[in-house]
């Protein structure tokens, strides 16, 4: 008689568990928190306060626009990116394919330091602006767009999500189907509205719903930016209230709910229909070779958004090796010193 193998099933018990405990319980005390009444029933009182407060409805409304705003940027950062990295070579395709990934690595909040080197009032890009007489004095790019300098600064952070889906996707497509399509007189264009985009929206979506998710509930930064009117801040900044306040508690449920429900409605609205029985490639698709001015500017478009996503992390490393006050009014630092790191 042979011996059943429970070793599968405690596992999956000992994982059931642990994510129970530590996931499901806390966003379960969350939740409740948020409809508790202070003699301890259900009450619906602090959910509604979330939308009658104005100060906390423009925090959700922004929320989601940073969410919206860096998920579309995202996009349009990543998709033709990711065009040319699946269906075309070109000179150091490899070295760029994997450099355009490190932004995903890099901490956003650390980036937000470094813009406000590049973009603040007295920094290198408004100081270099004056010199070429473009501007007559330095102009606040942080304070009086804080809202765009976050989705800038998520987007050049998240847009490898999106670029590794919409890579995978491409990937898999079949390309007898656009073949099929040209031969019957599709243009570029037609062909990518009617057959690759329907068929890597599965993919897509994926991407999007991280990157979505992951900017809605974003704190770090805001915070480095001081922009205040946003749910997560006012989260983070009631955390100090929880003992005698349920508006945490409530903001926290009504962003997760959010949350939620974008998901939902995301999927019916681009998820809906599963083309991914036709997408999987029969046959192995040929890499076009670009001619060599297409090629270089296949490569400026990659230097272009590295450049960009890494730029700010750079500008922490200068501020780093620099003596203080010598990074003021300047586009470089005028000394460097490697004190700081004695205390660090």
Known sequence: MRRRNFTPKIIMIGLFAFFAAFLLYPIWLTVQGGFESRDGGFTIHHILTVFRDPILLDGFLNAIG?????TLACLIIALPLATLAARYTFPFKG?????????LILPPFVGAIGLHHLLGKYGAV?????????????????????FWAIVFIE??????????????????LDPALEEAAENMGASQWQRFKQIVLPLIRPG???GATIVFIWSFTELGTPLMFDYQTVTPVQ???????????QEPYALTAVMLFAAIMFYLLGK???GGKAYAMYSKASVQSTLQKLSPLKGWLAMAAFTIVIGLAVLPHISVLFTSLAVEGSWYKSVFPQSWTLEHFDGA
């Open 66 to 70: 940073i969410a919206i705003g860096t």
């Open 95 to 103: 070295v760029f394919s994997a450099l355009v990934l490190v932004p």
């Open 126 to 146: 408004n100081t270099f602006l004056v010199d070429m007489g473009v501007f007559s004095e330095g102009y606040d790019f942080i304070g009086n767009g804080g």
């Open 155 to 172: 987007a050049l952070h998240l847009y490898p999500i999106l670029y590794l889906n919409a890579t995978a996707a491409l990937a898999n």
């Open 204 to 206: 897509l979506f994926a």
């Open 235 to 245: 989260i983070f900044n009631g955390i100090k209230e929880m003992n005698t306040s």
């Open 268 to 270: 019916m609205v681009f």
